[in-house]
């Protein structure tokens, strides 16, 4: 595929992959348009942080509104989604926010996007919709586990799109990113608020040390997208976009204070512990599928990746920034 002459939207723009991307986009000449939630404060979110933003329609709206959908979506070649209300643990306070949200406002998309006859959509899931691993690597026919109501939602989401791929052949991928990184992103996730504070010199405040995750590097995850939205194979599909390694939350932390040459202190925070019942113990990715049909596999190892985050932490005080409703 030729991005020169594509017009794309990407819904959660603001958002930490979803800025990337749409710079991604615009550094391959796509025409991007950018769906943000509108405030009253007229921030651009991360896009603001962007040398390219300039370059970039913005479309102020809420993907739950159908009308403002329809006009962002209006003369659109592809479709990125990737707008939600994420933050697992708000999810347990207000659970119907997330369904208003990511349920009936993907379907929204979804919807203006089959009227408006785009040629390839491509759908954000979340390595969070299995739940802890039955067995690993996980494949994506893993079963789907909803451990807690942000999950659930993500799950319905992905079958939304799922179904409008097989009742109405609209064009469809789903892509399931494992647990992405790197700057701009927000100081509430795992790895910059343990950097935040080892770069301190602070001991490392934090819940549960023992489930382990996959760490994906954001040009690699942003590279997958764009991989699969190429693929001619990939319509229909779900794919997994992990490095197939996994990592325990006290090695990570081991290594993040290694890298800053800091004292390795942990603190068991207990207000910060899932539910025992919605605590995903376990994630490591196979991503051989998406290898196989789009030629996508990670490039930027762990300590790599970390390097760059660091670097972008030491010399930027946009960490301190936090997104909500955009991935």
């Known amino acids: 595929m030729s991005w020169k002459s594509k017009s794309v939207l990407v819904t959660g723009a603001g958002g930490f992959i979803g800025s990337h991307l749409a710079e991604a986009l615009v550094r391959n000449d796509a025409k991007t348009r950018a769906l ?55 999810s347990y306070v ?12 993907t ?20 390595s969070e919709v299995y739940g802890t691993a039955r067995r690993i690597p996980i494949t994506e026919d893993h079963p789907l586990q909803a451990q807690s109501p942000y999950s659930a939602t ?3 989401a992905d079958k939304l799109a799922e179904s409008f791929h097989r009742s109405f052949g609209l064009p469809i991928s789903i892509v399931r990113p494992f647990n992405t990184y790197g700057p701009r992103q927000s100081a509430r996730a795992v790895i910059p608020t343990i950097m935040i504070q080892a770069l301190a010199n602070e001991p490392i405040r934090i819940g549960n040390v023992a489930p382990t995750r996959d760490f994906n590097y954001i040009s690699d995850t942003v590279r997958g997208f764009l991989n699969v939205a ?17 990592i325990s939350i006290a ?17 068991l925070e207990t207000a910060r512990v899932r539910p025992s019942e919605s605590e995903v113990e376990r994630l490591c990715a196979s991503s051989s599928l998406a290898e196989e049909l789009t030629g996508w596999r990670p490039q930027v190892s762990l300590p790599e990746g970390l390097e760059k985050t660091l670097a972008w932490i ?5 960490h301190r920034q936090t997104e909500t409703y955009a991935i």
């Open 154 to 156: 993500k799950i319905a």
């Open 251 to 267: 090695d990570l932390a081991r290594m993040i204070c290694s890298l800053t040459g800091t004292e390795f202190r942990i603190i």
């Open 230 to 246: 190429e693929s001619e194979k990939a319509i229909g599909g779900v794919f997994n976009l992990g490095s197939g390694k996994e």
């Open 314 to 318: 030491r010399s930027s005080e946009a």
């Open 94 to 105: 207000s659970p119907s926010s997330y369904v208003s949200t990511n349920v009936a406002g």
């Open 36 to 90: 943000l939630r509108y405030n009253s404060q007229g921030r651009k979110g991360w896009l603001e942080q962007s040398d390219l933003q300039a370059e970039i329609e913005v479309i102020w709206g809420d993907i739950r509104e159908v009308d403002c959908i329809r006009k962002a979506v209006k003369g659109v070649d592809v479709v990125f989604h990737l707008a939600a209300l994420i933050g697992i643990p708000y």
């Open 107 to 126: 379907l929204n998309v979804l919807q203006e996007a089959l009227h408006s006859g785009v040629s390839r959509f491509v759908h954000t899931s979340t």
